[in-house]
């Protein structure tokens, strides 16, 4: 498989952004979230394909873009759909399931077929968990940032005590993520 370049990916963005706002808000945010997973890559000495994480950082939330409407705002009731629209997004323009997967499958610490029946969230019902160790990173890279305005970061402890409140199988969802990935210095993403 060939793993898009970064100027690919970017270009990609600036065709689905509805806006010049959106783009810098959606893209700014996966460019922080690869910085982080290359960070916690740096200190991790497991099998992964440094690649392949780079170019799902910079694809995970391309689906964002689906939840604006005509007047730029952003459709929060249905936030949670944005992965799958990701997914479609990219299958639609060709691109490999491995790839359309990091959208789909990067939201929360994972949800599941119980999590989506259970709260009647907007979305088919499946298990959309992170399993490979690339999409696990993405997925965990992405807890440390959020597109709010302004943007802020999150801690790890941060995330953990937001978490909680989605129940125990995700705090330890977390913890697990955090044991094999790390925590990263978020003074030097943002440089
Ligand atoms: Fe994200």
Redo the contacts with the bound molecule.
């Keep these: 498989m060939i793993v898009p370049t970064t100027e690919d990916i970017r270009d990609l963005h600036e065709r689905h952004a509805p806006s010049r706002q959106a783009f810098e808000i959606v893209y700014g945010?996966?460019d922080i979230?690869r910085r982080i997973a290359e960070q916690l890559m740096a200190g991790f000495d497991g099998a992964i394909d440094k690649d392949l994480v780079r170019a799902g950082c910079l694809l995970?939330?391309i689906g964002?873009y689906r939840l604006y409407d005509a007047d730029g705002n952003l459709d929060h009731a249905n936030y949670i759909r944005h992965g799958l629209l990701g997914h479609e997004l990219l299958r639609s323009e060709g691109f490999p399931e491995v790839l359309c997967r990091f959208c789909s499958h990067?939201t929360g610490v994972g949800l599941t077929k119980d999590d989506i029946v259970g709260q009647g969230l907007p979305l088919p019902p499946a298990d959309y968990l992170a399993v490979t160790a690339e999409e696990r990173l993405v997925m965990y890279a992405?807890k440390f940032?959020?597109?709010t305005t302004p943007p802020t970061f999150l801690t790890a402890d941060a995330y953990a005590a937001y978490v909680a409140r989605f129940g125990a199988a995700k705090v330890g969802a977390f913890r697990a993520l955090r044991a094999v990935f790390g925590e990263p210095d978020l003074s030097r993403p943002v440089l």
């Design positions: 945010h996966c979230v995970h939330d964002v990067h992405d940032h959020s597109k």
